[in-house]
């Protein structure tokens, strides 16, 4: 009935929906008090005051037929503008709004801008492990996806990016600060991408464009800084989302911001303009598009993540549990003791556990953990950590006693 | 720079949307006034009071969260419960909430769809004239889009439908109230077709879905009444929008409806789902979700179009020109007088009227106007459309004397 090639998207489908779905059934078999969910990257603050305050000025002030009808396929104008002169002012950018596209969150972002690049056969380049997602937008339009995979801290690696790439690299792909690892990628590792893909360039005769996937960008802690990819970088697409930032993922609102610069500027906009139109975007969503310019400045509550990620840290160090001390975005990789990362997520939804297996990222060994949730669901699965690190035969190490788990 | 695919389609990009962007410009150049656009499909009335009283309400009343977090791939599920119910009572239908799966507006509904079912190579047939972006659409998933004539009438032909099948073909999409005739197919034209779909998926063996692209289905004029249309096929696959009922163009927010008896029900449920993850849209966008299932039985502003409409054929025969008279949706369907549809169109764009070539919608001696536009530009444009007509050498009709345009 359904396509061949839906038919294995089906049953290799999101690993990350999977596990979100049997968390809403765990939920309602066992009791939500018993399940700890952390399978999927979902705000877990409401958006910041402002964002609903500009909502209900725009209902209130703007007129209907222009607040929710149709606008150029790239988005309004003034939204685009607002949208332009901030990343200029921010990032010291040059950014002019026939640069900068609306679009449906940066997963619709990506998609426009691989539908703008390839033709079938292309390849592009990620570096591993990363967001499983991408291997579906690549190929939806009949590229092909290439590794390279990332150092043992998760860095980029130059030798392995350098050996990904070939005369029919069309794209790298790079996503700071990272999902699943948490790494973010400072200047040294921007400016080093940057040079691999300047010689491929000249090396291969034609443009290789850097795509920033960059939904987190504002989420880095403990004095680490993200670096604004495209400032590294002539030929790069920006692909930025107000999901995290002013915690709107449900409403799928983003941009794409092409360089000034890039090779074949107005070429790209054009493209990335009628994408937006062919893939049924037609346009990101009009309220939303007014509400994320009115609020381009607003900053994320960093504080809540933050604090998060230090008691989600503080419960896994408890366990006696293994991670990669993340330095941005709200995902913790943790070790699977004995590497089998399948097994590990297993058990660990045997104990109300919801993770994700680093094998829907690339790799194998890990799982990721999304600590974008309430306080109370870090303290509460604590004790459900040490009991998983303690079927793996890891004591624990400080503050949890587990036979004494508060009751 | 930018793909080989990507260039051809800039090349023929939408007329449409160019005529939108040509109508800005000369807005600009000439003065607003000046300029008659009738070549968007962009609701020109504000959505019903209700749609701002039911943000406002969501926004107040539900945890931001919940309410602009994500949910699952398909939709909210009360929202779908509700939209289920109200197509059960309306139409006497048997929908269950998972066989609704919310889209971004029909036009992403409509890729989700051909996402699902089409691998490269297989066939959709559409009946032209017919909506000039199904051919983007059925190429996006390496389909192959093939066209059955409709009658002198724009009426479904049923033998030319049947020519059109084949053992390749996956859908056959159809739309009514049609754009851009404003042609509605009734119970006899359905009944038709379900028999023709029928005899070639048991000569075949296997089953052809009816898609249904059907933004415009409450859009029906002078007494006419438009059947639903998965009422006369089991295995129809039902495209809605809420862009023009509600004026929501810019919102982008629809569902599919699953038949419930359709051929793989379940399985195409999931492939709905699925598909609107992996294309980027993820979800459609979570509050206007909401507001569409607040206000899922408000009833569009009728009378609007139905005047537009009465005084847009009488402005057409006052000049002399022939068209076909719509029965729904809010399109006109005029008749280039030399049969050449382009330079109809060329000629027009001199007098200031913006209206789109039939070449763009599979056929060629017309063009489409859009009079979901203010009465003041219908009544403003009088003159400049039956100066148009004496330039083929027509003379005025009635009631407008060319001479003393009220000057």
Avoid: W
Avoid at 31 to 47: E, M
Avoid at 213 to 220: G, I
Avoid at 331 to 356: H, M, S, T
């Amino acid at each position: 009935m359904i396509s061949e090639k839906m038919k294995q998207m089906i049953g290799s489908s999101s690993a990350i929906r999977a596990m979100f779905e049997e968390g809403k059934r765990l939920a309602a078999e066992r009791g939500a008090d018993k399940v700890y969910d952390f399978s999927l990257g979902n705000p877990n603050i409401a958006p910041p005051a402002q964002v609903t305050e500009a909502a209900e000025k725009e209902l209130r002030e703007c007129k209907g037929v222009f607040l929710h009808g149709y606008m150029s396929n790239a988005g309004y104008e003034d939204v685009r503008e607002k949208i332009a002169s901030s990343l200029n002012a921010r990032f010291g950018m040059n950014y002019g709004k026939d640069g900068i596209v609306m679009t449906v969150g940066a997963a619709g972002g990506l998609n426009v801008v691989l539908k703008a690049l390839l033709d079938p056969g292309d390849e592009v380049a990620v570096i591993s492990p990363y967001f499983g997602e991408y291997r579906c937008y690549v190929s939806n339009f009949g590229g092909k996806l290439v590794e390279a995979a990332a150092d043992k801290d998760f860095m980029p690696d130059p030798a392995a990016i350098e050996k990904a790439l070939s005369p029919k690299t069309r794209a790298l792909i790079i996503n700071t600060p990272n999902n699943p690892t948490g790494a973010v990628y400072g200047e040294s590792a921007l400016k080093a991408i940057a040079r691999v893909l300047e010689e491929a360039q000249s090396k291969y005769g034609s443009p290789i464009y850097l795509i920033s996937d960059e939904p987190y960008r504002e989420l880095v802690y403990g004095g680490v800084t993200q670096p604004y990819v495209a400032g590294y970088y002539r030929n790069t697409l920006s692909c930025y989302s107000f999901s995290k930032s002013l915690s709107l993922a449900g409403e799928r609102i983003g941009y794409i911001a092409v360089s000034p610069d890039a090779d074949g500027y107005d070429e790209l906009c054009s493209a990335c303009s009628v994408a937006t139109r062919i893939l049924g975007f037609v346009n990101a969503p009009s309220l939303m598009q007014r509400v994320a310019a009115d609020c381009i400045d607003v900053p994320p509550d960093i504080a809540f993540y933050d604090s998060n990620r230090v008691a989600f840290e503080k419960a896994l160090d408890d366990a006696g549990l293994e991670y990669v001390k993340p330095q941005g975005a709200f995902y913790l990789f943790v070790k699977a003791p004995d590497g089998d990362d399948l097994l590990f997520c297993q058990r660990a939804k045997d104990k109300g556990i919801l993770i994700v297996p680093s094998s829907s990222f690339g790799v194998k060994g890990y799982a990721r953990a999304a600590y974008c949730v309430s306080p109370e669901r870090i303290s509460s699965s604590a004790a459900a950590f040490a009991e998983l690190a303690e079927e793996y035969g890891i004591k624990k190490r400080a503050g949890v006693d587990k036979t004494h788990k508060g009751e």
